[in-house]
């Protein structure tokens, strides 16, 4: 999943050569996701997958934000893909946002489950749902801002600022990402990196929340591990 041209070669005109290359090292692959009339991904419904169990908050049962068909994303992804080609995976969070607000810590008012495709099973009478969207997956390299280059990339700020503004109208950030880069101002979770970021939709009920992103460790992340993901959101 390469970067578009354009955007490469306005790096390697602005930026010093190893400048250059640190920042475009820092690229990393992604699936956009679209509203559509019919798509194997979706924001919220209901799970058609196997048995499990519904995960809660202080009781409560969580809301299903979103599931990602795993088959569509390891042939979109390829290798960057690090989880199993089969089945779905399942992102659940506290929709009444009661888990305490950790800031860059993030928050546990969320969990992630791979399910396998099965028939469906009975599912809890007390979940709660919100309407169906399916969603439409497109491959896109992403980049960080010039916020979230950190020390990787030795270059001023003003220098990094004016190549954002003119190399991100080249790299679309969709409503909802797979994998990529921080899209959205919410928080940004220390030691981690995203591993879903959504936006409300119609059907949602946040409030003045904007966003939610679910983040994971690189090593959890290379190593398939969903336990630990912490949650973040932004306010309007």
């Not at 190549?163 to 909802?176: F, Q, V």
């Not at 797979?178 to 981690?192: I, N, S």
């Not at 398939?224 to 973040?232: E, F, Y």
Request: proline fraction near 11%; hydrophobic fraction near 40%.
């Amino acid at each position: 999943m390469n970067l578009p041209a354009e955007v490469r070669a306005i790096v390697r005109t602005r930026l010093a050569p190893e400048t250059a290359n640190a920042y475009l090292d820092m690229a990393r692959p992604s699936l956009g996701y679209t509203p559509a009339d019919e798509g194997w991904s979706a924001f919220g419904g209901d799970p058609s997958v196997a048995a499990f169990a519904w995960p809660a908050y202080q009781g409560t049962p969580m809301l299903m934000l979103a599931q990602i068909d795993c088959t569509e994303a390891a042939e979109l992804l390829g290798d960057a893909w690090p989880f199993s080609a089969e089945g779905r995976l399942l992102f659940f969070h506290d929709e009444d946002f009661t888990a305490p607000y950790a800031g860059t810590d993030g928050d546990d008012g969320c969990r992630v489950l791979h399910v396998a495709n099965a028939p469906v099973a009975p599912l809890p009478p007390r979940r709660r749902t919100i309407p169906p969207l399916p969603l439409h997956p497109v491959p896109l390299a992403a980049l960080p801002s010039w916020e979230h280059t950190g020390t990787a990339v030795d270059a001023d700020t003003v220098e990094m600022i004016d190549l954002w503004e003119d190399i991100s109208p080249l790299l679309p950030a969709p409503r909802h990402r797979l994998l990529g880069h921080p899209d959205k101002q919410g928080p940004h979770v220390t030691g981690h990196r995203p591993l879903l970021q959504v936006e409300a939709e119609e059907g949602t009920r946040w409030g003045e929340v904007v966003s939610v992103t679910f983040w994971i460790t690189d090593p959890d992340l290379r190593a398939g591990i969903l336990t630990n993901v912490r949650r973040s959101y932004e306010t309007a």
